[in-house]
């Protein structure tokens, strides 16, 4: 059984930065590709950043420039660095991965940006 445990969320004042961690646990093979989401309080949850086997990436535009997203396929791992952190990015941050076809979740972290 596939598990994602999530670290690293918590309350950061406007302008700071987190690094959000996600390892995936269980008999996994061929992950194609891992990314993190967020769902903000009253929203849909929206695709922040995914990172390809190849380790392509993508962003949403609104953490481009801000956000880096990076894996390490020897730990099943997957990193979301936050710089220049603003109130908008408040919302509890999902990791995600795809392998074989199947979506996996971890439980989600929260994320609060104070003004």
């Known amino acids: 059984q596939v598990q994602l445990v999530e670290s690293g969320g918590g309350l950061v004042q406007a302008g700071g930065s987190l690094r959000l961690s996600c390892a995936a646990s269980?008999?996994?093979?061929?992950?194609?590709?891992m990314g993190w989401y967020r769902q903000a309080p009253g929203k849909q949850r929206e695709l922040v950043a995914t990172?390809?086997?190849?380790?392509?990436?993508n962003y949403v535009d609104s953490v481009k420039g801000r956000f880096t997203i990076s894996r390490d396929n020897a730990k099943n791992t997957v990193y979301l660095q936050m710089n220049s952190l603003k109130p908008e990015d408040t919302a509890v941050y999902y990791c995600?991965?795809?392998?074989?076809?199947?979506?996996?979740w971890g439980q989600g972290t929260q994320v609060t940006v104070s003004s």
């Open positions: 995600n991965l795809n392998a074989e076809g199947l979506d996996y």
């Open positions: 990172i390809t086997s190849t380790s392509s990436t």
């Open positions: 269980g008999t996994i093979f061929n992950i194609n590709v």
